[in-house]
């Protein structure tokens, strides 16, 4: 009954804020506890908010379960700031908490703790920023943008972290630092002016990098053991930094295209 009610507040919030005409800031901040919440958001205005930074919409799982929330708004300067608190929040009953962002200037700041973490987000548009922060076990995150002039920052802390992120368009930013063991992460990057810098500390790391276009520029260190980097750079005037330190690393990385530019140290 609990979870019912809850639900049902939420999703006449989303209905309402969605449906408001004012042409001002439209917001929702809820902090919940229990087990197993859903919360559902939907926002189409200008500057509409889900949390502000310093107060942002808070999820506690309670005794044990998987709180959810999905998110999608469609204004320009948009506003996500959520913290999800607890052992395997963001998932319950084969659902995953997402954030959908499709305008510019929006903005998402998402912080889990606990454990058996997972999130989805994706932003088109640009000078868009993603920001995701987990700490603890079995972390993962897909993350996607499309556009111009974004950026995503990850750091996951703890073991079995998974970062999936996939940028189109051009001036496109990732950086991910991962703490811990047997973490992984997978960048795909197409278009112009992208970077990609990435830090794993730990062993068992490994990260897949692609990267195709122009003007491109990649800086991939690992400091742990049993470490790999595999990057494949397409196009002219690109540039990759490759730092491995300790024993039994690899690294195989390709360039393809003229003016490109690669170091390595093991």
Known sequence: MKRTLFASVAIAIAIAVAGSASPGRASVVSASSGDNQSLVVL????????????????????GGGGNVITITQSG???????????????????????????????????????????????????????????????NTAKLSQAGSAQSITVQQSGANNEVDASQTGSGQFLLAAQTGDGNLLVSSQSGADNSLATTQTGKSNAIYATQAGTALYASLTQNGNDNMISGVQSGDHNSATVTQLSNGNTAVYTQQGSGAVLTLRQ
């Open 43 to 62: 926002q189409s205005g200008v500057a509409d908010a889900v949390g502000f930074v310093g107060q942002p919409v808070v999820q506690e799982n309670g």
């Open 76 to 138: 320009v300067g948009s506003i996500v700031a959520l913290q999800q608190t607890g052992a395997f929040n963001g998932v319950a009953a084969g659902l995953v908490s997402s954030v959908a962002q499709s305008a510019d200037s929006s903005s998402i700041a998402i912080v889990q703790n606990g454990d058996g973490n997972g999130f989805q987000v994706t932003q088109a548009g640009s000078a868009n920023a993603l920001s995701l922060s987990q700490q603890g076990a079995a």
